[in-house]
Structure formats: C-alpha cells, structure tokens
C-alpha cells in the first residue's frame, strides 16, 4: 500500500488521544466522515486517513499517535507530503511531528546523498578516522588576502575540508566565483608542498532562481563541494540541487534556521526528521547539527537520533556525513568518536582559529588527538610529545572524560 506514516507527540488527557487520532486522520484528508451517506463513505474509503496506532505516556499527558495516509492523496514531493500530514495541524495546539515513514513506492522517487560517506572518503582520501573540518572566522569585510591566508594556515594545518562560514554570501569583497578561484589555486599550492589535499565548501547562495546555474558553474570552475543553508531556501530546493546532473558536487547542508521549527518541545518537527531523515532523503552529503556538549548543545538523545538517522542501514539513501558542530574543541575528540564513532567529521571554528599556534597549530592538535584515540592512547599521554596538543589542552582543559 502507497503510504505516509506519521507520527504526533500530542498534548492532552488520558482517554483523548482516540477521538484526537480520529479528529487528524480524517481532518487532513476526507474531512467529514459520518455524516457522509454510505454510498459517499464507500467512494471516499481509499482516501480516507488511518489510525495505525496511539500510546500514551505514564502520566497520561502525552500521547505517540500514528496515523498513516495513502499516497494517492498528494504529489511525491516533500511540499506536498508536509501539507498534508502536517499543514494546519501545526497551527493547532501542542502537536509536533516526531517521525515520518514513507513506503517503498513513494521513498524510491527520493535521490538521498549523491557521494554519501563511501564518496566523500574516496575524495578525500581518509578511509578509516574521523574527517578534520575547519571553517572561515571573522571573514565578513576582509578582502582577499585575508581569506587567502586563513585558508592557507587551515589547510597547511591538515584539516581535511574547509567550509565558508554559513553567514559568508555572494559580496564585492569576496564574490562567490573569485573564492572558488582562489580557493582552488591556494589549496593546489599546499597540495604541491605538503601532498595533502584539503577541500573547500563554497556558500552557494543567492536567489532561488539562481542557485542551480551558480552550482554549475562552481563545478565548471573546479569547486570541491556546495555549503548550503537548506532551511532558510527548503528541502525541495536541496533535491533539485542533487538531482541536477550538471552539478554533481557534494553538498554540505547548513543547519541555519533548523531551531525555529525543530526546537520546541511540544510544537514544530523533531529533530532526527528535520536534520536527519529529510536530509538524507533529499541529498545531503554532510548534515551539521549542534554537538551535545559544545557552545549551542542539544539534547544528548536528540542528537544522537539525528546521527541515527543518517547512518541507520536503508536499501534506498547512502549513509551521510554526521557533523556534530559548535564550541568543539581538542579535548572533546574521545567524547566525539565515542559518540559519532569514526564515520563523522570533527568540526571546529574556534578550536582551529584560537589555538596559541594560530589555525595551523589548531589543525595539527586536532590530528594529535585523532591518531591518540586511534592508537587508544589517552591525550593527556599524547601531549607529552606533541606541542601543539599540550597547548590546547592547556587552553580548553583536559581530555573530557568518556
């Protein structure tokens, strides 16, 4: 059977959630049931919303509702999807939309990653750590030369991947196709001295309209991967990014404004289906996501629900990129990989750009500490012998117990 299955969190009073269930199924879909004549309610059958199932928590406060609706009500498109099973229900009271199941039929017509994480290892060449990511600071009003040395000093510090800040757009100063241009020859020049190669992610940004022919030409001018801020422009426009055979980049997707609709406990969409499932669904290589214990943390469950989703085994979507992200620094790699295991990316911000040895210090600490927890090896025992690790651990503290 062609179908969605939703799953609610709602708000109510033991022994509501039946008539609350019902209310839903057939409110977003038939509408009206029993005042239908028989032979209407025989005609209108194949379309009407099902209740699946409905528990409650132990206090009798909440309720999981799950109700299912056939495929033949909407368009295979995400748009269509969340207007129907969750368009004016979220305007209607403490409702959040925690899970959505998508039969085999419907979930086929979803591209998921194009490179995933077997592709993005190959490109870079790292088969069995952690990636190393680093992003640009403090670049907005800078001219080039500011940016040309601050990805120099990251990539000669051997982060794997750099990624322009999500807030860096198409601007005079640094213009979307010039920082292409300079990234690939800056880069190609520590390539030649160090032999690592680093890639760069380029803010794709601008007006919907024009994104899809910016991403070809970033391709065209040799760019490496597509940073893309996915709720500010909405999931279809990520699909029509990944399905474009003319672009075929990896894509970074950006959680910027995930937490107007993910963050409330009791309204909006959960988190492992915003930046998880969906994302996964619609072609994202990478998916950023507030790390449990940084500068922004989330919820420890939560988070690691998201990573959940991205790795889960699916006959459908490649595994994508897990990017626990915000305030991390060295000392936090045990907890990380504990976490994320080997299959993620360590990012950092000011944990690259504030270490006493500048970004390149930053990104060998970061190394240090990667090839210690591969090596089982505990970091304070590392720094013995690494400077650029006994600095960071003096500036951020001590390994973070596991």
Same mark, same amino acid.
């Given at each position: ?86 368009? *004016? ?94 990234? *690939? ?28 022919? *910016? &991403? ?41 404004? &995930? ?59 490649? *595994? ?38 500048? &970004? ?43």
């Amino acid at each position: 059977m062609s179908e969605v299955i939703a799953t609610y969190k709602i708000k109510g009073k033991t022994g509501t959630f039946e008539k609350k269930a019902e209310g839903i199924a057939l409110g977003l879909t038939v509408g009206s049931w029993t005042d239908l004549p028989i032979l209407e309610q025989e005609q209108l059958q194949k379309y009407k919303g099902r209740v699946v199932s409905i528990s409650e928590s132990e206090d009798g406060a909440t309720g999981l509702v799950k109700i299912g609706y056939p495929g033949h009500n909407y368009s295979n498109d995400l748009p269509a999807v969340l207007t129907t099973v969750f368009g *004016k229900l979220s305007l209607d009271g403490e409702v959040k939309l925690v899970d959505l199941e998508f039969s085999a039929d419907l979930k086929k017509n979803y591209p998921g990653p194009r490179f995933g994480i077997d592709g993005i290892r190959e490109l870079t060449g790292i088969k069995e750590r952690p990636l190393l990511m680093s992003i640009f600071k403090g670049v907005i009003g800078r001219d080039f030369t500011f940016l040309e040395n601050q990805l120099k000093a990251q990539a000669m510090g051997g982060v794997d991947v750099v990624k322009d800040d999500e807030i860096l757009f198409d601007n005079p100063l640094t213009p979307f196709i010039e920082r292409i241009r300079t990234g *690939k020859r800056v880069l190609q020049e520590v390539y030649e001295e160090t032999g690592k190669r680093t890639l760069y992610a380029v803010n794709l940004s601008g007006r919907t309209s024009e994104l899809k022919e *910016k &991403a070809k030409r970033a391709r065209e001018l040799g760019a490496d991967a597509l940073l893309f801020n996915v709720f500010s422009y909405g999931l279809d426009v990520l699909q029509e990014l990944r399905e474009d055979p003319g672009i075929s980049l990896p894509i970074m997707a950006h959680p910027a404004f &995930a937490g107007a609709v993910a963050a409330s406990p009791s309204f909006g969409v959960g988190y492992s289906l915003w930046v998880g499932k969906f994302l996964r669904m619609t072609g994202a290589d990478f998916s950023l996501f507030p790390s449990p214990y940084g500068s922004v943390a989330l919820n420890k469950d939560q988070v690691l629900s998201v990573s959940e989703e991205l790795n889960k085994e699916d006959a459908f979507f490649k *595994k994508v990129l897990p990017v626990p992200s915000a305030g991390i620094h060295p000392a936090l790699v045990p907890l990380l990989v504990k976490d994320f295991g080997f299959d993620c990316v360590i990012n950092a911000g000011g944990g690259i750009h504030g270490h006493p040895d500048g &970004a390149i210090g930053g990104g060998k600490a970061f190394l240090q500490a990667i090839d210690a927890i591969l090596e089982g090896v505990n970091l304070r025992e590392a720094a013995e012998t690494q400077s650029e690790l006994r600095k960071a651990l003096s500036l951020w503290g001590e390994e973070v117990k596991v």
